[in-house]
Nanobody, 124 residues
Framework: QVQLVESGGGLVQAGGSLTLSCAAS????????MGWFRRPPGKEREFVAV????????YYGDSVKGRFTASRDSAKNTMYLQMNDLKPEDTAVYYC?????????????????WGQGTQVTVSS
């Protein structure tokens, strides 16, 4: 069973930066794209970013455009999320996920593997 493991979360002041990592325990043969989602306290899970695993093409949620950057290192089987200019409203549990197709990247239901999540807390 392939596992996705997020790391890099923590507590940071507003305006600061964090880099999240998502490492797969083994090669994922049916991976077309990988995404980042987050669940703010008391809210539903929301789309943050997605990256095509072969193409490297990225798309972002409106609230993080210009501040967050998704990337991947195929050799390390790892995806990253560089988060800059963090705001208190970025506080959430962040999850990575993989999907076997490119359809509906915005929707959690399009992804078939999920990590356990990592907490990011941004203080004001």
């Amino acid at each position: 069973q392939v596992q996705l493991v997020e790391s890099g979360g923590g507590l940071v002041q507003a305006g600061g930066s964090l880099t999240l990592s998502c490492a797969a325990s083994e090669h994922i043969w049916d991976r077309f794209m990988m995404g980042w989602f987050r669940r703010p306290p008391g809210k539903e899970r929301e789309f943050v970013a997605v990256i095509g695993w072969s193409s490297g093409r990225t798309y972002y949620g409106d609230s993080v455009k210009g501040r967050f950057t998704a990337s991947r290192d195929s050799a390390k089987n790892t995806m990253y999320l560089q988060m800059n200019d963090l705001k208190p409203e970025d506080t959430a549990v962040y999850y990575c996920a993989s999907a076997a197709s490119g359809d509906g990247y915005y929707f959690p239901s399009s992804y078939n593997r999920w990590g356990q999540g990592t907490q990011v807390t941004v203080s004001s």
